[in-house]
């Protein structure tokens, strides 16, 4: 017997999101649309819908292992961010589009950025075969995000990074706000961060475990 995705979809929402104090009629509506088998590799379907975090590549040249994020945690981030109807967002790190599509129905528009070129083939095609129209995959380094298309109200990190960079906290529309996992292993936190007065200050809300994104390292400090 196959799998029962939709209700897969539904035990997901209900024993792994809601249990974690995940309320937005908005995003839990979009984690019961979006099919998460259709973003992961063929071999991996079955597993789709499991508490965990799910290797999709082993990395492009940067040599780090790309992962669809946990349910869970990408929920707790999705909420944390606030996104209204009319907004414009910018996720780094797409990989093969799941939160993609999940940002697709909470936001206006999406500009998926995504730094492995076959991640973000796939993205585009897997998007563009289930109807997520208000979508733009781009091909870029991360760590420098998209310019092209700022400034964006809302800019989302599809997974953890050791620090955001400042040319990424440009791109922030006045009012806009930023959501990232900051820090590594279980140790990350979940970070909001706003720009009021063309200031962009940010505080830690939850802490959380999400596989790291390629590039956003820490510059080495010289100590003398």
């Known amino acids: 017997m196959g799998t029962d995705y939709q209700d897969a979809r539904q035990k997901m929402v209900d024993n792994q999101i809601r249990t974690t104090d995940v309320t937005s009629h908005s995003v839990l509506k979009a984690f019961l ?3 998460r088998e259709d973003f992961v590799p063929n071999s991996l379907k ?44 910018l996720e780094i790190g797409c990989a ?8 697709s129905l909470i936001a206006g528009s999406v500009v998926a950025l995504e730094s492995d070129g076959a991640l973000a083939e796939a993205a585009s095609e897997r998007l563009s ?3 997520f129209d208000n979508v733009a995959v781009v091909t870029g380094d991360l ?10 109200d809302q800019i989302f990190f599809n997974g953890a990074v050791e620090e955001v960079p400042e040319i990424i906290f440009d791109q922030l ?6 959501v ?16 009021d007065g063309g200031l962009v200050s940010g505080r830690p809300v939850f802490n959380l475990s999400v596989k790291p994104l390629p590039g956003f390292r820490k510059a080495k400090e010289f100590v003398f």
């Open 143 to 152: 760590e420098k995000g998209y310019a092209n298309e700022a400034p964006y």
């Open 129 to 131: 075969e289930a109807g």
């Open 173 to 178: 529309r006045e009012g806009g706000r930023l």
């Open 33 to 35: 649309t979006v099919a």
């Open 180 to 195: 990232a996992a900051v820090g590594s292993g279980n140790a990350a936190q979940a970070y909001l961060f706003v720009k």
């Open 46 to 89: 079955p597993l789709a819908y499991i508490d965990t975090d799910l290797q999709i590549s082993s990395g492009d040249e940067d040599g780090v292992a790309r992962f669809l994020m946990e349910p869970s945690p990408l929920a707790k981030l999705l909420q944390l961010a606030e996104i209204k109807p009319d907004h414009v967002v």
């Open 96 to 103: 093969e589009g799941y939160a993609t599509a999940l940002l």
